[in-house]
């Protein structure tokens, strides 16, 4: 079946290191998307990606980073930068006109300690 | 600006009873809007989409959503809730074609019995 897979469903980071969250997709998806989602403010875009080996920055890229080098991946780094990392982590992918939809992974939850 | 606003953080209904959550938006032209839910810890799952046409758009699980334009509002409907509608809710706007979205903050439904 096609879809979306992120990984891992929770991760545990120590304040200071950096992680990377993976998001896989086989649905043939030109476009990818990272969100942060924090209780009440629904989901942020932190960075987004209409093609291999480009992206841009969302509306909350500080502390974060990101790369495309294959159209079937986009991995996010949570750098040591990012001062609140503890969040809901959420994938997506589209594919552009005609009009279709966003598909979701199942999201990685990460927790600073 | 664009920006989608959910005015209800959280709605408690009984089940068997009927359910409308509300969204506005704001965009400067035609609007493709969407509504997602999201179960506790999982990814989002698409329920309808409104791209053009009927302004009244059946979704998946029993949910319809309304579009009026002049009101600026894509309301979601239920007629008879079941517990396993106890979720959050999100309205969507898509702002490219690429398929980058502006989300509410969400609504949290709780269903009694």
């Known amino acids: 079946d096609g879809g979306i897979t992120q990984s891992p469903k929770y991760l545990f980071r120590k304040e200071g290191q950096n992680v990377t969250l993976s998001c896989e997709q086989n649905l043939n998806h030109d476009a990818m998307y990272w969100y942060r989602q924090d209780p009440g403010q629904g989901l942020r875009l932190i960075y987004y990606?209409?093609?291999?080996?480009?992206?841009q920055k969302g509306d909350i890229a500080e502390g974060y980073s990101v790369s495309r080098e294959k159209k079937e991946s986009f991995p996010l780094t949570v750098t040591s930068a990012q001062k609140n990392p503890t969040a809901f982590y959420l994938c997506?992918?589209?594919?552009?006109?005609?009009?279709?939809?966003?598909?979701f992974g199942q999201g990685t939850r990460l927790t600073v300690v | 600006a664009q920006s989608v606003t959910q005015p209800d953080i959280h709605i408690t209904v009984s089940e068997g009873a009927s359910l409308e959550l509300r969204c506005n938006y704001s965009?400067?032209?035609?609007?493709?809007l969407f509504w997602y839910v999201q179960s506790p810890g999982q990814g989002l799952q698409l329920l309808l989409k409104?791209?053009?046409?009927?302004?009244l758009v059946q979704g998946i699980k029993g949910f319809e959503a309304e579009f009026k334009r002049s009101q600026s509002s894509f309301n979601l409907r239920k007629p008879s809730v079941h517990w396993s509608d106890a979720a959050e809710y999100f309205c969507?706007?898509?702002?490219?074609?690429?398929?980058?979205?502006?989300f509410g903050a969400g609504t949290q439904v709780v269903v009694t019995p």
């Open positions: 965009y400067g032209a035609t609007p493709y």
């Open positions: 997506a992918s589209h594919n552009e006109g005609p009009i279709t939809e966003a598909f």
């Open positions: 990606s209409q093609i291999v080996n480009d992206f």
């Open positions: 409104y791209f053009s046409g009927d302004t």
């Open positions: 969507a706007l898509l702002t490219d074609s690429w398929g980058k979205l502006q």
